[in-house]
């Protein structure tokens, strides 16, 4: 059975950093593409950022340069490291995971395809004051 478990989040200020950690269950987390996901009070849910199997990544305009996606095969564990937070950061973040059967070839593109991940978190809540 796959599980995503984020915990991490909390309050910071502006120009402050936070790292998110995503504990997988149920399957080696490096085996498929995986993906950070942001939802902000009624707004629809964005991709962040994306990891292939070969460690390939792939983020948001928004994001890129200040963000870092990367896991750890020992500890089975996604995580999202944010530096330089912006207030329009502030958002409930999902960890996601496509299905065992999906191509990771895709990967990439997946970040701007929320449909394409079949497991997710419960979420943990990131808010970033000015």
């Known amino acids: 059975q796959v599980q995503l478990v984020e915990f991490g989040g909390g309050s910071v200020q502006a120009g402050g950093s936070l790292r998110l950690s995503c504990a997988v269950s149920?399957?080696?987390?490096?085996?498929?593409?995986m993906g950070w996901f942001r939802q902000a009070p009624e707004k629809v849910r964005e991709g962040v950022a994306v990891?292939?199997?070969?460690?390939?990544?792939n983020y948001a305009i928004s994001v890129k340069g200040r963000f870092t996606i990367s896991g750890d095969n020992a500890k089975n564990t996604l995580y999202l490291q944010m530096n330089s937070l912006k207030p329009e950061d502030t958002a409930m973040y999902y960890c996601?995971?496509?299905?065992?059967?999906?191509?990771?070839?895709?990967?990439?593109?997946?970040?701007?395809?929320?449909?394409?991940?079949?497991?997710w978190g419960q979420g943990t809540q990131v808010t970033v004051s000015s």
């Open positions: 149920g399957y080696r987390y490096s085996s498929r593409c």
């Open positions: 996601a995971a496509v299905s065992g059967t999906l191509s990771s070839a895709g990967c990439a593109s997946y970040l701007y395809q929320r449909t394409a991940f079949e497991y």
């Open positions: 990891i292939r199997p070969d460690g390939t990544t």
